[in-house]
Protein backbone atom coordinates (compact mmCIF):
# COMPACT_ATOMS: atom_id res chain seq x y z
CA UNK A 1 0.00 0.00 0.00
CA UNK A 2 1.55 3.15 -1.04
CA UNK A 3 0.89 6.64 1.91
CA UNK A 4 1.79 9.67 1.19
CA UNK A 5 0.65 12.97 2.43
CA UNK A 6 0.91 14.10 -1.37
CA UNK A 7 -2.11 14.72 -2.93
CA UNK A 8 -1.49 12.21 -5.48
CA UNK A 9 1.49 9.37 -6.10
CA UNK A 10 4.45 10.81 -8.77
CA UNK A 11 4.40 8.68 -11.90
CA UNK A 12 1.42 6.78 -11.49
CA UNK A 13 -2.48 7.88 -12.05
CA UNK A 14 -5.53 7.87 -9.65
CA UNK A 15 -8.26 5.86 -11.42
CA UNK A 16 -10.90 6.39 -8.92
CA UNK A 17 -11.20 7.75 -5.07
CA UNK A 18 -12.92 4.94 -3.02
CA UNK A 19 -13.43 7.16 0.14
CA UNK A 20 -11.76 8.84 3.12
CA UNK A 21 -9.57 6.63 5.60
CA UNK A 22 -8.99 7.25 9.10
CA UNK A 23 -6.98 5.73 12.20
CA UNK A 24 -7.28 6.33 15.60
CA UNK A 25 -4.96 5.12 18.25
CA UNK A 26 -5.26 6.39 22.00
CA UNK A 27 -2.48 4.90 24.72
CA UNK A 28 -2.08 5.84 28.45
CA UNK A 29 0.64 7.59 29.56
CA UNK A 30 2.33 5.56 32.53
CA UNK A 31 2.89 7.55 35.58
CA UNK A 32 6.78 6.22 35.80
CA UNK A 33 6.94 7.81 32.39
CA UNK A 34 5.39 11.01 34.00
CA UNK A 35 7.68 11.31 36.56
CA UNK A 36 11.09 10.85 34.34
CA UNK A 37 9.82 13.14 31.44
CA UNK A 38 8.79 15.88 34.15
CA UNK A 39 12.57 15.53 35.62
CA UNK A 40 14.12 15.54 31.99
CA UNK A 41 11.98 18.43 31.57
CA UNK A 42 13.73 20.22 34.50
CA UNK A 43 17.22 19.05 33.63
CA UNK A 44 16.90 19.05 29.70
CA UNK A 45 17.26 16.64 27.15
CA UNK A 46 14.40 14.83 24.99
CA UNK A 47 12.03 12.45 26.56
CA UNK A 48 12.53 9.03 25.32
CA UNK A 49 9.60 7.15 26.84
CA UNK A 50 7.17 9.99 25.41
CA UNK A 51 8.69 9.73 22.10
CA UNK A 52 8.50 5.90 21.90
CA UNK A 53 4.57 6.45 22.95
CA UNK A 54 4.15 8.80 20.33
CA UNK A 55 5.64 6.52 17.39
CA UNK A 56 3.37 3.23 18.65
CA UNK A 57 0.25 5.25 18.77
CA UNK A 58 1.15 6.84 15.14
CA UNK A 59 2.32 3.30 13.90
CA UNK A 60 -0.90 1.72 15.45
CA UNK A 61 -3.00 4.36 13.83
CA UNK A 62 -1.45 4.29 9.98
CA UNK A 63 -2.02 0.88 10.00
CA UNK A 64 -5.86 1.24 10.61
CA UNK A 65 -5.77 3.76 8.54
CA UNK A 66 -4.28 1.25 5.83
CA UNK A 67 -6.00 -1.74 6.73
CA UNK A 68 -9.53 0.55 6.40
CA UNK A 69 -8.20 1.53 2.76
CA UNK A 70 -7.54 -1.96 2.00
CA UNK A 71 -10.89 -2.82 3.15
CA UNK A 72 -12.17 -0.24 0.59
CA UNK A 73 -10.15 -1.99 -2.26
CA UNK A 74 -7.55 0.84 -2.24
CA UNK A 75 -4.09 0.92 -3.86
CA UNK A 76 -3.25 3.80 -2.36
CA UNK A 77 -3.65 6.42 0.62
CA UNK A 78 -3.39 9.97 -0.62
CA UNK A 79 -3.14 13.46 1.40
CA UNK A 80 -2.64 11.89 4.97
CA UNK A 81 -3.04 14.36 7.65
CA UNK A 82 -1.68 13.27 11.43
CA UNK A 83 -2.70 14.49 14.73
CA UNK A 84 -1.21 14.77 17.75
CA UNK A 85 -3.60 15.26 21.38
CA UNK A 86 -2.86 15.26 24.59
CA UNK A 87 -6.26 14.07 26.57
CA UNK A 88 -6.29 14.80 30.34
CA UNK A 89 -8.71 12.61 32.28
CA UNK A 90 -9.10 11.33 35.83
CA UNK A 91 -6.67 8.94 35.84
CA UNK A 92 -3.95 11.09 34.29
CA UNK A 93 -3.22 11.80 30.22
CA UNK A 94 -3.68 10.10 27.43
CA UNK A 95 -1.99 10.34 23.92
CA UNK A 96 -4.32 10.33 21.09
CA UNK A 97 -3.12 9.93 16.95
CA UNK A 98 -5.51 10.08 14.36
CA UNK A 99 -4.65 9.80 10.91
CA UNK A 100 -6.87 10.43 7.87
CA UNK A 101 -6.36 10.41 4.12
CA UNK A 102 -7.93 9.48 1.06
CA UNK A 103 -8.36 6.31 -0.32
CA UNK A 104 -7.73 5.38 -4.08
CA UNK A 105 -7.24 2.98 -6.97
CA UNK A 106 -4.66 3.37 -9.40
CA UNK A 107 -4.13 3.00 -12.87
Not at 16 to 24: A, D, Y
Not at 26 to 35: A, E, H, K, S, T
Amino acid sequence: MIVTTTPDVPGREIGGVKGVTTGEAILGVNVFRDLFAGIRDIIGGRSGSYQKALREARDHAMNDMIEEARSMGADAVVAVDIDYESIDTNKGAMLMVSCSGTAVSLR
